[in-house]
């Protein structure tokens, strides 16, 4: 069994996403350690971008803070290598077309193998598109995780015949950020993956308290949540780990 097929085989995933190097590269480094310890089944880390088309202004913020900073995808994948001496929770990182072309595609997925990276999720990969990621994906044994989104419709069921790992369910449209409501057809969407085959659909974009993320895991397999988690580092910067762990904790005993 894989470690990400592992994430969703106890039970409800819980997913936090962090901005790798936000405030620090040693703070996300413990701040992985310490969400695994309060229970999160797999850890999404962004590599920040300048121009991530997918996110909101909390997640931009924090990519504009962690380059500010000096993070690089090497001091990243050095840090996720550190991070696997200690703790075999599952990785995936959330990038782009562009920092994966300009690091060399090959180079990154072989460094991602070597480091311990489970998976990747790379939102503006358009699905008819993805065999420019694919082969090398599969060549050095890193899932390429598929999106679908309330526009996908009949889409769905092809995405759902070739997804590897889990189906990134997109539960509102637009980028991603902090909701009052989440309002979609995200049952839907799920039915109609599992219609075509047994794969774990894990719901993300705009879940940020524990009364959402319970109503989306009834639906789903996991629920994946971002803004809220960057928002607590944006506030207490290098004091966050507590405070983010604190929110993991209640996360994951809202959704089991």
């Known amino acids: 069994m894989s470690r990400v097929q592992q994430a969703f085989s106890r039970g409800k995933a819980f997913i936090p996403f962090i901005t790798a190097g936000d405030p620090s590269l040693e703070i996300t480094e413990k701040l992985v350690i310490e969400m695994a310890a309060a229970g999160a089944d797999l850890i999404e880390i962004g590599i920040p971008f300048s121009d991530p088309v997918a996110e909101g202004p909390i997640i931009q913020q924090a990519d504009e803070r962690a380059l500010t900073a000096g993070t690089t995808t090497d001091g990243i994948l050095d840090m996720v290598g550190r991070i696997r001496q200690v703790c075999d929770v599952p990785l995936a990182f959330m990038t782009y077309m562009n920092p994966v072309f300009t690091y060399g595609t090959e180079r990154f997925m072989q460094k991602c193998h070597e480091a311990g990276i489970d998976a990747v999720i790379v939102p503006d990969l358009p699905f008819e598109e993805k065999d420019e990621l694919l082969s090398v994906c599969s060549?050095?044994?890193?899932?390429?995780?598929?999106?679908?989104?309330?526009?996908?419709?009949?889409?769905?069921?092809?995405?759902?015949?070739?997804?590897?790992?889990?189906?990134?369910?997109?539960?509102?449209?637009?980028?991603?950020?902090?909701?009052?409501?989440?309002?979609?057809?995200?049952?839907e969407m799920v039915k109609q993956v599992k219609?075509?085959?047994?794969?774990?659909?894990?719901?993300?974009?705009?879940?940020?308290?524990?009364?959402?993320?319970?109503?989306?895991?009834?639906?789903?397999?996991?629920?994946?949540?971002?803004?809220?988690?960057?928002?607590?580092?944006?506030?207490?910067?290098?004091?966050?780990?507590?405070?983010?762990?604190?929110?993991?904790r209640k996360m994951k005993q809202a959704i089991d």
Do not use: H, W
Request: include cysteine; charged fraction near 20%.
């Open 139 to 187: 060549q050095y044994g890193v899932k390429l995780i598929s999106l679908i989104a309330p526009t996908s419709r009949e889409r769905i069921s092809m995405i759902a015949r070739e997804a590897q790992g889990f189906v990134y369910c997109v539960s509102s449209m637009g980028v991603t950020g902090v909701r009052e409501e989440i309002n979609t057809r995200v049952g």
């Open 195 to 248: 219609a075509v085959r047994d794969i774990p659909c894990a719901v993300g974009f705009g879940i940020s308290t524990p009364e959402q993320a319970a109503q989306m895991a009834r639906f789903s397999d996991g629920v994946i949540v971002g803004s809220a988690i960057v928002k607590i580092v944006e506030q207490y910067g290098a004091d966050c780990i507590p405070y983010a762990v604190d929110f993991v």
